[in-house]
């Protein structure tokens, strides 16, 4: 099984941009569908990004369509989170999570492997 690890949380201001990355250990990505969530103090989970393990399909909520990227090394080892124009209300722990299967979800409750969280904070 994966295990999954992000990195590159921080604190930004309004308009800036910032990348988290997710690592695979234990194995590749492939052939793992990975996700992005994300939790704000006293509010529920929520899906940010995903994509299928060849990297040919993406799915964004639509609060971060036109200014999040989700992309995938080719060596299937890394998933990205590319964050641009971030608002104060992108502040959030920042979650990868990984399920074993072809189906891009957007429901936590389908990932199977999640990491520990990136503090993510903007500030106005």
């Known amino acids: 099984q994966v295990q999954v690890a992000e990195s590159g949380g921080g604190l930004v201001q309004a308009g800036d941009s910032l990348r988290l990355s997710c690592a695979a250990s234990?194995?590749?990505?492939?052939?793992?569908?990975v996700g992005w969530f994300r939790q704000a103090p006293g509010k529920e989970r929520e899906f940010v990004a995903a994509?299928?393990?060849?990297?040919?399909?993406?799915s964004y909520a639509d609060s971060v369509k036109g200014r999040f990227t989700i992309f995938r090394d080719r060596a299937n080892t890394s998933v990205y989170l590319q964050m641009n124009s971030l608002k104060s209300e992108d502040t959030a722990v920042y979650y990868c999570?990984?399920?074993?299967?072809?189906?891009?979800?957007?429901?936590?409750?389908?990932?199977?492997?999640w990491g520990q969280g990136t503090q993510v904070t903007v500030s106005p």
């Open positions: 999570a990984a399920n074993s299967g072809a189906t891009i979800f957007t429901r936590a409750l389908a990932y199977d492997y």
């Open positions: 234990g194995r590749t990505f492939s052939p793992y569908t």
């Open positions: 994509i299928s393990w060849s990297g040919g399909r993406t």
